[in-house]
Antibody, heavy 123, light 109 residues
Framework: QVQLQESGPGLVKPSETLSLTCTVS????????WSWIRQPPGKGLEWIGY???????NYNPSLKSRVTISVDTSKNQFSLKLSSVTAADTAVYYC?????????????????WGQGTLVTVSS | SSELTQDPAVSVALGQTVRITCQGD??????ASWYQQKPGQAPVLVIY???NRPSGIPDRFSGSSSGNTASLTITGAQAEDEADYYC????????????FGGGTKLTVL
C-alpha cells in the first residue's frame, strides 16, 4: 500500500526557510492531490496546502504569502517550502494523500499520512 | 480560527455509545471526514464520505450528518478508542480550501 515519509531539517533558524520533502512509496504520485498539514505541539491540525501531480497548487490563505509546494514526479516526491519562519511555525509537519472529488456532494479526505516530522524554529 | 467547531473533550463509559460532533456552515454542502490521533502518532482516517470506513477500521465507528452538523458515533467504545478525534471538510469559500475542527479528546472511563 501507499506509504509516505517526510524528511528534512528538524531545526530552522528564525527568518529562514523551512524545507521538507515527502517521498511516496508503494504507488505512483500521479493522478492524486498531495497535501501538507501541520500540528503545533499540543494543538490541532492546520492544512497548509496541496499540489496536484500536474503541478497545480492551492494554499491556505493564512500562509499563502510564505508557502511554496512543488512536485517531482520522476522521484515520486513533493516538497514544502515555508519562508520567513518564526517560533509560531514550530510544529509536526505531515504529508498526506489528499483525496477529493464530487459524489452526491464534494468530498475531501486525507489517507494515508506520513509519520510526521517535528520542525523547531529556534536560534 | 477554525470554521469547524468540536467539543474539546468528551467521555464515555467502557462499552457505551458516544457521539462526537462537528459543526460548521460548510457541512451543509460538503462531507466531513474523521480522524483518530493517539499520542505521538499521525492521524488515521476512520470515516470518509457519507459513512464509509477504510479497511481495518472497526464497524463500531460510524458517521452521519444533518444540516450543519456531522457526527462520529462509536458504538460500544473500547479502551483503545481513547484518542483525539478531528473532523475536516472543504471550507465554505468555494476555493477548494480545507479546514479542520479543533479536535475532541475522547476519554474512555
Amino acid at each position: 500500500q501507499v506509504q509516505l515519509q517526510e524528511s528534512g531539517p528538524g531545526l530552522v533558524k528564525p527568518s529562514e526557510t523551512l524545507s521538507l520533502t515527502c517521498t511516496v512509496s508503494g504507488g505512483s504520485i500521479s493522478s492524486y492531490y498531495w497535501s501538507w498539514i501541520r500540528q503545533p505541539p499540543g494543538k490541532g491540525l492546520e492544512w497548509i496546502g496541496y499540489i496536484y501531480y500536474s503541478g497545480s497548487t492551492n494554499y491556505n490563505p493564512s500562509l499563502k504569502s510564505r508557502v511554496t509546494i512543488s512536485v517531482d514526479t520522476s522521484k515520486n516526491q513533493f516538497s514544502l517550502k515555508l519562508s520567513s519562519v518564526t517560533a509560531a511555525d514550530t510544529a509536526v509537519y505531515y504529508c498526506a494523500r489528499d483525496i477529493r472529488g464530487i459524489a452526491a456532494r464534494p468530498y475531501n479526505w486525507f489517507d494515508p499520512w506520513g509519520q510526521g516530522t517535528l520542525v523547531t524554529v529556534s536560534s | 480560527s477554525s470554521e469547524l467547531t468540536q467539543d474539546p473533550a468528551v467521555s464515555v463509559a467502557l462499552g457505551q455509545t458516544v457521539r462526537i460532533t462537528c459543526q460548521g456552515d460548510s457541512l451543509r454542502s460538503y462531507y466531513a471526514s474523521w480522524y483518530q490521533q493517539k499520542p505521538g502518532q499521525a492521524p488515521v482516517l476512520v470515516i470518509y464520505g457519507k459513512n464509509n470506513r477504510p479497511s481495518g477500521i472497526p464497524d463500531r465507528f460510524s458517521g452521519s450528518s444533518s444540516g450543519n452538523t456531522a457526527s462520529l458515533t462509536i458504538t460500544g467504545a473500547q479502551a483503545e478508542d481513547e484518542a483525539d478525534y478531528y473532523c475536516n471538510s472543504r471550507d465554505s469559500s468555494g476555493n477548494h480550501h480545507v479546514v479542520f475542527g479543533g479536535g475532541t479528546k475522547l476519554t474512555v472511563l
